[in-house]
């Protein structure tokens, strides 16, 4: 029988706070929601798979805690706890690149899925931009190790929220264009693999945030012996 | 500015803050949830439920005189207009939508509602010619901050009580305490006052204190509101410009001798008591 709890992950983390978690989900205000925010978002940094989809597990423990008795404790604290860690991000991804990666991740995850009232939030709108951003810099597309973790997350991020961020502030998509279409051109020494995925999300982005079927067939059928 | 900055300073003291516990006010059993929205008593969480304003109030408190203090905080505390850390933007921008909604609402079923209060209205949320549906309060800004106002009011165990133990059907009007409507015009001064008494009369509904001192009477002497509890709150000609100081109230029934003038003053004055704390 399926547990389903295993969609959110949580298999990384010891069993102690994997029963942390699943009481979390089930009856937030019995748990210290401050603790479980602080250990989501720890574990966001140091996990990469875990980062991809942390935004589910935090989506549904806002949600059970509105329900449960109308409190934000730990979407609050989710939320400061990330902008502390954006504030320090240049020292953060001078430190470790995988973490400064699995952040972007993250808080791109988070802005997938924890809306208000179905709308983004918008004060992780700009922070979201400024991280993709700089992603996008010359400086991150230097050698070959930096180009590989950047883009791929780069292109992750735009395939999952690009549209989203488009629609509530298209003037720094164009802003973050300008850099993916320079890079493209104008980086020395850029691996064949990176020119493929910054030439997929220019075409991705400019048929609308889709593929057309053929592009779709070019990028990523097997290719046929 | 330092925006980012104290942000981050807030931040950074939350994990020393989680740990550490700070003497609860005279008010804090009363309310609901603690400042940093967590909620009180009646659970068995550690570190859950402390206090943070004496962690504002000791790094502001050099800008304020004691005699600024507020029912609900334990001392003075920051009062910027727009939070700078993204949980409080995010429950503001939650906030205003939900004023949006209400808005929304109260338009199309506003005529049909106004017909209903007519009917049933209380003596004490005044009488102004707002009741037709086509005079109600719209400004955006004066509608936010009553509805934060509001919220103060039922982020309180007095008010989570008080629902329980009388359900709107059996209210009575004049005895039960009833929400001042956000969307009827008043001038300031009268819509604070109304709030002010509002939050008083929920005060009947306090859980019991351990120290025996939550005593109604005693809180209505601490704000020095006993003379004026007996004023009509009718002010339908004020202007609602500003908030200046005011001591008219006090001059209008005559006496000019409360125990402790100078905090009515202050409460008078102020302009949102509880804006300040997020």
Redesign the interface.
Known sequence: MENPTDDYKIQSFDLDTQMLLKTALKDPSSVNLVKVSNVIVDQSLKDQVFSKEAGRICYTIVQAEAKQNNGSVFRRNMLNRLQQEFKNREEMRGRSLQEWVCYVTFICNVFDYLKVNNMPMVALVHPVYDCLIRLAKPDALMNEEEVRKNVDCLVLQLHRIGEQLEKVNSPRMDELFFLLRDGFLLQEGLSSMARLLLLEILEFRAGGWLLSGTAHKYYYSEIAD | MSD?TR??R???N??EI?NSSYGPSRWSNCRK?GI????RAD??????EKDLHADSSSRHSDKRPESFTTPESTGPVSRCSRQA???????D??MR??VH?DMQRRRILGAEVTQRERKTSSGSSGSCDSKEGDNMETDEAVLLRRQKQINYGKNTLAYDRYIKEVPKHMRQSGVHPKTPNKFRKYSRRSWDQQIKLWKVKLHTWDPPAEDGQDNVLDNIEELGLGDVMDIELDFPNLSDSQNAPTTHILSLDGEDCLGTPVKVQKTESTVEPEMSSS
């Open positions: 980012w942000g981050s807030r931040d950074a939350n994990s989680e949830r940093d929205g967590s909620l659970r068995g969480v550690d570190g859950g850390d993204w949980g409080s933007q995010v429950e921008d939650e939508r939900g909604r």
